[in-house]
C-alpha cells in the first residue's frame, strides 16, 4: 500500500507538446526557451503552444492565493498560486511517469485547464489568458511504507503568467 489522496478532487492537465511546438513557426524564444510570440499584425505577441491532449488526473488541492489584487500602471495583474497534490501510482496508470528515469512527466510549463469533484462535476474552469502553469513539479513523501519504502506524492505548484506590461519598461 503506497497512500492515499485524501478529499481528492481530479485536475484536467494540458502537458506542453515541446517537439510540437518547436516544429510549428514561431516555434521557441531562443533567450527565453518557451514558446515564441508571433507578430501577424493583427494579433501581436500571440504565444503559439501545442499540447498533448488533456488528462485528469485525481489530486488534492492547496490553494495559497486566488486572483488576489495586484495593480499595474495598465491595470490589474490578479496573482493566483495554488498546487495541488499528485499520486505516482495515478502518474503511473496514466503512463506520466518515465519507465527509464522514474520522473513525472508533469514538468514546468504545462497548464491547468480545470478542477472537478470526484463525480466529474465542473468545480473551476481556470481562465486562460493568464492561465496557471506549473512552475515546479517536486516528488515528495519519500520514505514511507515499510518495509518497501517509496515514494508517492507529487507537489505540483501552479502560477498564473502576467497579463499587465511589463515594468521599468520605457519606449
Given at each position: 500500500?503506497?497512500?492515499?489522496?485524501?478529499?481528492?478532487?481530479?485536475?484536467?492537465?494540458?502537458?506542453?507538446?515541446?517537439?510540437?511546438?518547436?516544429?510549428?513557426?514561431?516555434?521557441?524564444?531562443?533567450?527565453?526557451?518557451?514558446p515564441?510570440?508571433?507578430?501577424?499584425?493583427?494579433a501581436?505577441?500571440?504565444?503559439?503552444?501545442?499540447?498533448h491532449?488533456?488528462?485528469?488526473?485525481?489530486?488534492?488541492?492547496?490553494?495559497?492565493?486566488?486572483?488576489?489584487?495586484?495593480?499595474?500602471a495598465?491595470?490589474?495583474?490578479?496573482?493566483?498560486?495554488?498546487?495541488?497534490?499528485l499520486?505516482?501510482?495515478?502518474?503511473?496508470?496514466?503512463?506520466?511517469?518515465?519507465?527509464?528515469?522514474?520522473?513525472?512527466l508533469?514538468?514546468?510549463?504545462?497548464?491547468?485547464?480545470?478542477?472537478?469533484?470526484?463525480q466529474?462535476?465542473?468545480?473551476?474552469?481556470?481562465?486562460?489568458?493568464?492561465?496557471?502553469?506549473?512552475?515546479?513539479?517536486?516528488?515528495?513523501?519519500?520514505?514511507?511504507?515499510?518495509?518497501?519504502?517509496?515514494r508517492n506524492?507529487?507537489?505540483?505548484?501552479?502560477?498564473?503568467?502576467?497579463?499587465?506590461?511589463?515594468?521599468?519598461?520605457?519606449?
Amino acid at each position: 500500500m503506497r497512500g492515499r489522496l485524501i478529499f481528492a478532487f481530479a485536475a484536467e492537465l494540458h502537458r506542453l507538446d515541446a517537439r510540437a511546438t518547436a516544429t510549428t513557426p514561431p516555434g521557441y524564444d531562443a533567450d527565453f526557451k518557451e514558446p515564441a510570440l508571433l507578430d501577424t499584425g493583427d494579433a501581436v505577441g500571440v504565444r503559439i503552444r501545442r499540447e498533448h491532449p488533456p488528462v485528469r488526473l485525481p489530486c488534492q488541492i492547496e490553494l495559497d492565493t486566488f486572483e488576489a489584487l495586484e495593480m499595474h500602471a495598465s491595470g490589474n495583474s490578479p496573482r493566483t498560486q495554488l498546487r495541488l497534490v499528485l499520486h505516482f501510482a495515478h502518474l503511473e496508470r496514466a503512463g506520466l511517469v518515465d519507465a527509464t528515469t522514474g520522473t513525472a512527466l508533469v514538468q514546468v510549463g504545462d497548464r491547468l485547464g480545470s478542477l472537478f469533484d470526484s463525480q466529474g462535476n465542473l468545480v473551476q474552469s481556470i481562465r486562460t489568458p493568464p492561465g496557471l502553469y506549473v512552475t515546479e513539479a517536486r516528488p515528495i513523501g519519500f520514505g514511507l511504507f515499510m518495509p518497501r519504502p517509496r515514494r508517492n506524492l507529487l507537489l505540483v505548484t501552479f502560477a498564473e503568467r502576467d497579463t499587465a506590461a511589463p515594468r521599468g519598461v520605457s519606449p
